[in-house]
């Protein structure tokens, strides 16, 4: 199944379907609303914000071979690391390895940019996330707090792409 899907990075924003990827976000992350205190910011997400990211950021699409965008994940130029976020697979295809690929495509593009790292945040309850980022190469590097909250919330997650 994978072989048919195409991993993309759209220069302009005419070639981004916004509203696709503002559905998938919200598909995606649906399972995590009973689980995740406080709640993903992905749940808020809007056309416009993903518009205002494209004009910063780095987007890759995965694309299957009807057409349909099927997965994303962002790159975000931090210095001498780049960070990656909004990875999300429609739920209706998931374990396809679309978020393998997606991934792997992030860390080929910030290696090629001498980034030291691929840095990510995630919540420290979807410890399913956390073991498929070690299975990519990441390890936790550090623990962050939400606002109003006196507990780790999140790990801060990294890649070394100096050694891979
Ligand atoms: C996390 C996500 C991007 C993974 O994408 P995917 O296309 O389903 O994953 P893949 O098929 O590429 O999986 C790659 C490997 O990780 C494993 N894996 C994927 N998701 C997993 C999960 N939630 N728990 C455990 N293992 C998982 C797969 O079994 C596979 O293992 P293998 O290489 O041994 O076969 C996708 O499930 C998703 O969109 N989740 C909701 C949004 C989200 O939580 N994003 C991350 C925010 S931190």
Known sequence: MTSSIQITV???PENVPFERLVEILLAAFAFQDDIVDPPSSAKSVTV?????RFARDT??????????VVGQVWIE???KDAYLYKLSVDPAIKGAGIGKSLVEAACDFARKRDKEKVRLHVRVELVDNIAFFRSRGFEIAGEGVHDGYDRTTFWKMARDLTVS
């Open 10 to 12: 759209p220069q302009v």
């Open 48 to 52: 416009s914000e993903l518009q205002w």
């Open 77 to 79: 130029d931090v210095g």
């Open 59 to 68: 987007l890759f699409l995965a694309t299957d071979d009807h057409g349909m």
